[in-house]
């Protein structure tokens, strides 16, 4: 029996963006997404099952994750910070993702040239951190030891200061071909708050140089930090799109971690309390307005282009379930049906690395995937285009009272009404919403969502 729709009615009549739910789901509810504990790893050691695990799943795309856990100092906002960098950081981590990388290529020998690689992404911490010449070594290393295709986007990401033109040279003559800036602000009083050393002056000479090196550079934007208002934001994406040459901006909603030192000193009085929800819809409202009157193009939730050569290819192919070989200390990736997880303390990786093992700390069962057919997979696959499936994707017991809810939300201002082959084209407001909606709808068909 389909549900009645009324628990999943959105208000009508006020302003979509700021009022159309109570507040934004901040996570699977009970009767939607059911996670389950994977069971144990029976399958051996990566030696004993990487290379057939490589070959089960060859119509997947393959992608290659390299973690850089080092940074130079903590980010306020930020619960990803693991190692500090030091004068020889560079290199020692460096000499460890080689041997990493060399023993991964050997285990799979016989069959590492039948996948071909669509995207290498370095992601951290601050990968910009490390030196040029080692950088610019494993980028040839693995290009040298994958299939990696001729157009393959290969990603490094970075911070402003210390991501210099020289070194955007050199990985470029290496293989890079895209340079993702964690901006997060423009504002250098906010900026510094932060923690974010580097002012605006600074974010323009480094993203001149960036883009001087002939890479695909984008800009990342946060909005929701305490004290940061919708006219900083609408500034933010006025400088990077009028004062630089960069060709992709995305716009992420800060999350607030527990015991963040920002949310420390939010608790101490030390910064003012964030945005409440109808400040931050408002943000992301302005910051909408203003790409779109920049010429920028939404082409995913958190993503937006001015250039055709913004393909984001690493992250849709994250989204879509590619297969990830990890690399690096605490990389996480899968392959095939398992799911690997690099380990996390530093020590413990570079013993198993001196040891010539892939440097695991988890191996399970990869979750199951929705079925290509399955209505998980039709909302992940239409929310990714910022749309909502059209009722042919949804089971067949549950259309009419969809058609219901469907029309419901485009009344109250979250579906534009237009519709193509892809959905149902998301509003402005629809997109603020979009998580929501799609944990709503979720529970109303009462799909599983497993991974
Ligand atoms: S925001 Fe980036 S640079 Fe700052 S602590 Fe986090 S990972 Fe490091």
């Given at each position: 029996?389909?549900?009645?729709?009324?628990?999943?009615?959105?208000?009508?009549?006020?302003?979509?963006?700021?009022?159309?739910?109570?507040?934004?789901?901040?996570?699977?509810?009970?009767?939607?997404?059911?996670?389950?504990?994977?069971?144990?790893?029976?399958?051996?050691?990566?030696?004993?099952?990487?290379?057939?695990?490589?070959?089960?799943?060859?119509?997947?795309?393959?992608?290659?994750?390299?973690?850089?856990?080092?940074?130079?100092?903590?980010?306020?906002?930020?619960?990803?910070?693991?190692?500090?960098?030091?004068?020889?950081?560079?290199?020692?981590?460096?000499?460890?993702?080689a041997?990493?990388?060399?023993?991964?290529?050997?285990?799979?020998?016989?069959?590492?040239?039948?996948?071909?690689?669509?995207?290498?992404?370095?992601?951290?911490?601050?990968?910009?951190?490390l030196?040029?010449?080692?950088?610019?070594?494993?980028i040839?290393?693995?290009?040298?030891?994958?299939?990696?295709?001729?157009?393959?986007?290969?990603?490094?990401?970075?911070?402003?200061?210390?991501?210099?033109?020289?070194?955007?040279?050199?990985?470029?003559?290496?293989?890079?071909?895209?340079?993702?800036?964690?901006?997060?602000?423009?504002?250098?009083?906010?900026?510094?708050?932060?923690?974010?050393?580097?002012?605006?002056?600074?974010?323009r000479?480094?993203?001149?140089?960036?883009?001087?090196?002939?890479?695909?550079?984008?800009?990342?934007?946060?909005?929701?930090?305490?004290?940061?208002?919708?006219?900083?934001?609408?500034?933010?994406?006025?400088?990077?799109s009028?004062?630089?040459?960069?060709?992709?901006?995305?716009?992420?909603?800060?999350?607030?971690?527990?015991?963040?030192?920002?949310?420390?000193?939010?608790?101490?009085?030390?910064?003012?309390?964030?945005?409440?929800?109808?400040?931050?819809?408002?943000?992301?409202?302005?910051?909408?307005?203003a790409?779109?009157?920049?010429?920028?193009?939404?082409?995913?939730?958190?993503?937006?282009?001015?250039?055709?050569?913004?393909?984001?290819?690493?992250?849709?192919?994250?989204?879509?379930?590619?297969?990830?070989?990890?690399?690096?200390?605490?990389?996480?990736?899968?392959?095939g049906?398992?799911?690997?997880?690099?380990?996390?303390?530093?020590?413990?990786?570079?013993?198993?690395?001196?040891?010539?093992?892939?440097?695991?700390?988890?191996?399970?069962?990869?979750?199951?995937?929705?079925?290509?057919?399955?209505?998980?997979?039709?909302?992940?696959?239409?929310?990714?285009?910022?749309?909502?499936?059209?009722?042919?994707?949804?089971p067949?017991?549950?259309?009419?009272?969809?058609?219901?809810?469907?029309?419901?939300?485009?009344?109250?201002?979250?579906?534009?009404?237009?519709?193509?082959?892809?959905?149902?084209?998301?509003t402005?407001?629809?997109?603020?919403?979009?998580?929501?909606?799609?944990?709503?709808?979720?529970?109303?068909?009462?799909?599983?969502?497993?991974?």
């Open positions: 029996m389909p549900p009645d729709i009324e628990p999943f009615l959105a208000r009508v009549g006020g302003d979509p963006l700021t009022g159309a739910f109570e507040e934004r789901a901040s996570g699977p509810s009970a009767g939607g997404m059911r996670m389950r504990t994977p069971p144990p790893w029976d399958g051996g050691p990566f030696e004993d099952f990487a290379a057939q695990a490589y070959l089960e799943t060859t119509e997947r795309p393959l992608a290659l994750y390299v973690h850089v856990p080092f940074c130079h100092h903590h980010c306020a906002f930020c619960p990803f910070y693991k190692n500090r960098t030091s004068k020889t950081f560079s290199a020692e981590y460096a000499a460890l993702l041997q990493e990388i060399e023993a991964t290529a050997r285990v799979l020998r016989g069959v590492i040239h039948l996948r071909p690689v669509r995207a290498i992404y370095f992601g951290g911490g601050t990968p910009s951190d030196e040029a010449a080692d950088m610019a070594r494993l040839r290393q693995l290009r040298a030891a994958f299939p990696v295709e001729a157009d393959a986007e290969i990603t490094v990401e970075g911070r402003v200061r210390g991501f210099t033109g020289d070194k955007a040279k050199a990985w470029v003559n290496a293989g890079a071909n895209r340079f993702s800036l964690g901006v997060q602000t423009t504002d250098t009083k906010l900026r510094r708050r932060l923690g974010r050393i580097a002012d605006r002056n600074e974010i000479e480094n993203l001149d140089a960036l883009c001087a090196s002939g890479a695909t550079v984008v800009a990342d934007l946060i909005y929701g930090f305490p004290g940061q208002t919708k006219e900083l934001l609408v500034e933010d994406v006025r400088f990077l009028e004062e630089t040459g960069i060709h992709g901006l995305d716009l992420y909603k800060l999350n607030m971690f527990p015991d963040s030192p920002l949310d420390k000193a939010v608790r101490l009085g030390k910064m003012p309390a964030p945005p409440s929800l109808r400040e931050r819809a408002e943000m992301f409202g302005a910051a909408y307005a790409l779109l009157a920049h010429g920028h193009e939404h082409f995913s939730p958190k993503h937006w282009r001015r250039d055709a050569k913004e393909r984001c290819i690493y992250n849709r192919l994250a989204l879509g379930g590619a297969d990830m070989l990890p690399f690096g200390s605490g990389a996480g990736g899968r392959l049906a398992v799911s690997l997880g690099n380990a996390g303390m530093l020590e413990t990786y570079a013993e198993k690395v001196a040891r010539g093992e892939k440097p695991l700390g988890r191996i399970a069962p990869s979750p199951r995937r929705d079925a290509p057919d399955s209505f998980a997979h039709a909302l992940t696959t239409a929310t990714e285009s910022l749309r909502l499936p059209r009722l042919e994707s949804w067949e017991s549950h259309r009419q009272q969809g058609e219901k809810l469907l029309a419901q939300w485009r009344r109250a201002g979250l579906l534009s009404g237009e519709e193509d082959e892809h959905g149902l084209r998301l402005c407001a629809g997109n603020f919403w979009s998580a929501h909606m799609k944990t709503l709808l979720l529970d109303f068909v009462g799909a599983t969502k497993s991974d």
